[in-house]
Structures are given as C-alpha cells and as structure tokens.
C-alpha cells in the first residue's frame, strides 16, 4: 500500500510537471464502484444534479436502495426528472443537526457551490449569492426510514463535519464506507480546521484515506496532504481496514524513468514547437522555406 504522502507527491507531481489535472469526480466512481454492491444502501448528501446519484442507482439496482438529499431547488427539480426508477428516494432537504428551516446560499452562477453558509467561491466572478431558506432535518432522524446503510456520500461546500455528525448513530450502528468533499474554501465558512474532519472521523471509529489507497494514520499525515491538491477523501471503518486495502484499485503511476522519458519528451515537444512558430511568424523567405515545403506536399 503507498502512502498518502507518496501519493499525493504524484499528483502534484502531474499537475506541476505535465499540466495534467487527474478527473477527480471520476476517480471518485472508480473507488466506489468497488465497494457498492447490487441490493445495497446508499445515501447521496449533496446529490446535486446527480453525477453520482445516478452510478449509485445503476449499482444497487431495483433490489436496493439510494436516498438523495439536495436542498437546491433547481438542482432537486433535474435530479427528480431524471427518471432514475422507485429506487431512488428523492429529499428537498439539507442535512443539518438540527431540524427545521433555515437560510441557504444560492451561488447563481455556479449553483454547485451552493450551500449553508457563504463562502470562497472558485471563480467569484461569476457567482451572484442569493440567500433562500430550506428545510433542514439530521440524518439520524431518517435512521428507520432508510435502515441498514452501507455507502454515504457527502458534499456540502463546508458542512460535511455536521453531517456527520447529525448522523453519528445510524454510522456508529451500520458502519457503512463514507466519502467526504473537503477543503478550506468550505469549511472555513464553518470556522473548521484542517483536522476537524480527521478528528470527527477518529471520533466515529474511522480511519481517512485518499482516492488512491493511502490511509492518514495521524493527524501529521493529514496534515501533510489536506488542502495540497484535491479535496475527495475516504472515512474506512477501522475494522475493515484489511478489506479497504484488499478492494481499493490500484491506479497504475508512471514509474520514475517513465517520468523522466516524459519530462525529455515534453521539452523536446516545446523546443519543436517554438521552432515551428519562428518559420510561421518569420518574415524571411528561406526561414520560412521548409513550412512552404511541408505545405505542398501535404496538399491534396
């Protein structure tokens, strides 16, 4: 198993050195897709428009079970006409530990940044705040409603850790795999720390981990990767450590000579291309010679 640590030098070292940004939200599905199983329950915090809703209904099938929670009415109107089959149980709801009605942001402009509190938008530019109110209700007073529970899903912008919390019975009782958005923009705006959501998890019985296998087995290793380069994150039961690391994919990362094949090729490709741009914005006729070369006999 590799280390938190190791991973995440890996992503960063594909995002600093190659400009490749791996599809988080895909490599999400692709770990879930090995735990949710075909009769199941899953509860979907933060469904949204349903990018994920919709793999946990295909997962669990007409046998099991999703329960989708959106409070965003115009995300909550999509999701419902999606057609995902009886299924699936659809919320207006925000989960919250307490219950009853409160205010919600609306980030016109981007609504999938919309959530309880305001907070640092990615492009603020782009976003017009509009506070409406929503019904909130904690999770653990859904318990009978929704019975034994073996994935959870939660993306709140910021809210996660009460979340959690609100359903801290039904997690202490069905010990389902839970996965967790979580960064600074989000939880700042509940006045959280870095380790809140790593000392809710110990608190629960829960061990983190990363999209790639990695477990935080302190709150040092948390540290060290939190906030460094992607916000998707793992809470493992601590008893089912040995299955976390026997069922998690392993994501095949290029070796070090791979890398430093691809570091030579991406410098030979910059070199090539600049030389390309020198022939075409040239003004000298023989610089410019071999494109006109190159032009005819590539044409038709």
Same mark, same amino acid.
């Given at each position: ?45 933060? &469904? ?16 099991? +079970? ?17 057609? =995902? ?67 959870? /899903?939660?993306? +709140? ?10 359903? &801290?019975?039904?997690?202490? /009782? ?25 000392? /809710? ?13 990695? =477990?935080?087995?302190?709150? &040092? ?7 460094? &380069? ?16 026997a069922t998690m994919p392993i994501f095949g990362w290029p070796k070090a000579s791979e890398r430093n094949e691809l570091s030579k090729l991406q410098k030979e490709n910059a070199q090539l291309r600049a030389e390309?741009? +020198? ?22």
């Open positions: 198993m590799r280390s938190a640590r190791a991973n995440l030098e890996v992503v960063q070292s594909l995002l600093e050195t190659f400009q490749f940004t791996p599809r988080y939200e895909d490599l999400l599905e692709a770990t879930y897709r090995c735990f949710i199983r075909s009769g199941q329950t899953v509860v979907d915090i933060g &469904a949204h428009a349903g990018r994920h809703t919709v793999q946990f209904a295909e997962l669990v099938g007409a046998e099991g +079970a999703v329960h989708a929670f959106e409070p965003l009415p115009e995300a909550m109107g999509y999701l419902q006409s999606r057609g =995902l089959g009886p299924h699936v149980r659809t919320y207006p709801i925000a989960i919250s530990p307490k219950r009853g009605r409160t205010s919600f942001v609306y980030a016109k402009g981007a609504p999938e940044e919309s959530g309880l509190r305001p907070k640092a938008y990615n492009r603020p530019d782009l976003v017009q705040p509009e506070t409406i109110t929503v019904e909130t209700l904690p999770l653990d007073d859904m318990v009978d409603t929704i019975g034994p529970v073996h994935f959870i /899903k939660v993306d +709140a912008e910021g809210a996660e850790v009460d979340c959690l919390s609100s359903g &801290a019975a039904m997690i202490r /009782k069905h010990r389902p795999w839970i996965t967790v958005e979580y960064g600074e923009p989000g939880y700042a705006a509940f006045s959280l720390q870095r380790r809140s959501l790593f000392d /809710k998890a110990a608190e629960l019985g829960y061990v983190m981990g990363d999209l790639f296998g990695g =477990l935080m087995e302190d709150v &040092a290793d948390w540290e060290a990767v939190c906030d460094r &380069a992607y916000w998707d994150w793992y809470l493992v039961p601590q008893e089912k450590r040995e299955e976390w690391i390309i741009d +020198a022939m075409r914005f040239s003004t000298s006729w023989r610089i410019s010679a071999p494109l006109r070369t190159l032009g005819r006999r590539l044409r038709p």
